[in-house]
């Protein structure tokens, strides 16, 4: 396997000297589907569409603080191929969405972009109202993709059908305000699996890390179900999760950032939703992406035995198995309050 740096700014500087291949012009395709110009892209499962290998998040382009800045970061990453665009109604309190919806206004960035988002109501009326709040926004009148977000709670899968949840998001779909639906969340395999089971969804979203393969693993249990589904799986949390794009793995040394992006693109999921707070970060991650192969079996194998002795017991992967790193607005939907929450 080969030698890859410590931290994520020694990958940058050492990938960008070995020359322009890996600056923003056109580069060689990756081992997926890539035209002369832009970036690898793989089927969204059973839609019939194709989306770029990675996927810029929502929540960090809506903590840049210089909207300006945050702007120029997006139109960027379109014109180097990154065309698939997280969001969430709940990104720092509507903000996220805000900004992503004034950057793909200008110019016909919009048509050149695969926009999902993030719904989180639990019930038809706030469904209505948050899809409603997501459209305007995102100045646009229909979403690509919209996803039930959080299912973290085993309860979750009974409230998205029993209150009318699906139905109503059916509803925008028949009604040209959506395209496609699917899901997301963090805490459990179990509660994926249930989802899975409820609606012929053709999306699901999840972490997708390294350490996942030994503690309560979604690659290992979901997504080979999805797959066989034809349901596409979107990853996320590679470098761990964090506020900061640096991520838990990285900071605490279990890998270097460079060995986690390469280890989720290697799983079986259509795209990788990564954190991009700064143009520096996004160059990095369009020279992983751009020149992206996978990795072999042996190379997933000493990767995995890297990991293993600080893997197991999921001290790397805290939002698995308590409350403290679920969305303030889900905790509240299901009454708890911060002392709870902390006492998990």
């Not at 580069?27 to 690898?40: F, N, W």
């Not at 992006?261 to 143009?279: E, K, N, P, W």
Request: proline share 3%; charged share 25%; hydrophobic share 35%.
């Amino acid at each position: 396997m080969m030698d890859i740096p410590n931290n994520r700014r020694e990958f940058l500087q050492t990938s960008l000297a070995a020359g322009a291949a890996l600056t923003f012009t056109a580069g060689a395709p990756g081992a997926d589907d890539a035209s002369a110009k832009g970036l690898p892209t793989r089927p969204l499962g059973k839609t019939g569409e194709r989306v770029s290998i990675i996927c810029l998040g929502g929540w960090h382009i809506g903590a840049v603080k210089d909207q300006a800045e945050a702007i120029k970061i997006m139109h960027a990453a379109l014109d180097e191929g990154l065309t698939f665009f997280d969001n969430a109604w709940d990104y720092h309190d509507g903000g996220s969405e805000e900004i992503m919806g004034k950057a793909l206004s200008m110019d016909g960035k919009r048509k050149k972009c695969f926009l999902m988002t993030k719904n989180c109501g639990r019930d038809a009326k706030t469904v209505k109202q948050h899809l409603e709040d997501s459209l305007r926004r995102l100045r646009t009148d229909c979403i690509d993709l919209v996803q039930f977000h959080e299912i973290n709670y085993d309860n979750d899968p009974d409230w998205i059908m029993e209150r009318g949840c699906l139905a109503e998001m059916l509803k925008a779909q028949k009604a040209g305000k959506v395209r496609f639906i699917g899901f997301t969340g963090h805490k459990d395999p179990r509660i994926h699996l249930e989802m899975l089971k409820r609606h012929p969804w053709d999306t699901v979203q999840m972490p997708i890390n390294i350490c996942d393969y030994f503690y309560r693993s979604f690659q290992r249990q979901v997504v080979p179900e999805a797959n066989r589904r034809g349901v596409a799986v979107l990853g996320m949390k590679s470098l761990g999760g964090g506020r900061d794009h640096q991520g838990r793995l990285v900071a605490a040394h279990v890998c270097t950032a460079a060995e986690a992006r390469r280890y989720a693109l290697s799983q079986d999921i259509a795209s990788l939703v990564c954190g991009i707070d700064s143009m520096e970060v996004l160059k990095q991650d369009i020279a992983i992406a751009r020149h992206f192969q996978r990795l072999s079996e042996e190379e997933l194998s000493q990767l995995r035995g890297k990991v293993k002795a600080v893997a197991g017991d999921g001290r790397h992967e805290r939002f698995k198995s308590t409350q403290l790193f679920d969305g303030i607005y889900h905790r509240q939907q299901h009454g708890l309050t911060q002392k709870e929450v902390e006492g998990s």
